[in-house]
Every structure is written in structure tokens, then in C-alpha cells.
């Protein structure tokens, strides 16, 4: 996910025209924090395992956002 946003972020221009910065689509951001919170919940022993519905969800996510390696 992490590459894809790379590839993927967006030019931003502030108030005054004078600084720019990147953002990211918000599906992106949605998406990067649900699979954070898994992560921590995962990484602190909180839950053992993903249910089915997460192990799907995940594994589109990473069907989607990992079609940016195919271009590296």
C-alpha cells in the first residue's frame, strides 16, 4: 500500500500558491488505516486470527494495491 500511495499521491496547492504538498485519495487513507488497526491488533496479541470476512477484505486490498510491483 505503501508504494501504491507513492505512485498514486496527488499535487496539492495552498492558499498562497507558493508551497506545494502531496496528498492521498481518501480510499486510500480509509483503507491504510483499517489495515493498520489489524496489524496492531494482531501484533499486540489482541486477536489470534483474521475472520472471513478481514481475510477477504484483505486480500482485495492487497489485489489491488499491490498492482503498483507490477510496474517496479
Excluded at 507513492?6 to 499535487?11: F, G
Excluded at 504538498?21 to 487513507?29: A, C, S, V, Y
Excluded at 483499517?34 to 470476512?53: E, P, Q, R, V
Excluded at 482485495?60 to 507490477?70: F, H
Aim: proline residues 1%.
Amino acid at each position: 500500500m505503501l508504494h501504491w500511495g507513492e505512485e498514486n499521491k496527488t499535487r496539492l496547492i495552498d492558499k498562497n500558491n507558493s508551497n506545494k504538498e502531496f496528498g492521498l485519495p481518501e480510499q486510500w487513507k480509509k483503507d491504510f488505516k483499517w489495515a493498520t488497526k489489524l496489524d496492531m491488533l494482531l501484533f499486540d496479541g489482541d486477536i489470534k486470527t483474521l475472520s472471513k470476512n478481514e481475510m477477504k477484505m484483505c486480500n482485495k486490498l492487497y489485489r489491488y494495491y499491490g498492482s503498483v510491483y507490477d510496474t517496479i
